[in-house]
């Protein structure tokens, strides 16, 4: 029998872990991480909430934590999470139908990116264009690598996720 304590210790480590992991991905591929045409494999992460609602906080956090040690402007780390914060959310509501958990990071940082990318750092790209460029990465990002690292975790979730606690 698990006790709520162990349920909430659990709930926290896996979002801690999630965490830690997205900050990593982020800080190894910072060069592609950032800017208008970016690819942040970190993102693959967001498919998440299809296993574990721990993600939520998870990936928020690390979304969060990445663009403050990197260096992002402060309204790049607000919205910038929150987008992050939107879309998994989104993910863990749809978690019946894997393959649509990928839709909402992808759209929700498609929407907001661009208009962080021109109030926090100036862009002068044409909000359209900021969103097809912003959209294609994530698309990459989450619709591929996500997806495939869904596949991936997907014999292994009841080692990795087990319901009986999470």
Known sequence: MVNKTNKTVYYMTHGAVIAAIYVVLTMMFQPISFGPVQFRISEALCILPYFTPAAVPGVFLGCFLSNLFCGAATLDVIFGSLATLIGAL?????????????????????????????????????????????????ILAIGVLGNGLLAALEKYKTVIFKKGIA
């Open 90 to 138: 989104g993910s863990y509501a749809l978690r019946k139908n894997k393959w649509m958990v990928c839709i909402p990071p992808i759209l929700a940082n498609t929407l907001v990116i661009p208009w962080v990318l021109r109030y926090a750092y100036g862009s002068a790209d044409l909000i359209p264009y900021a969103m097809l460029t912003v959209g294609a990465g994530e």
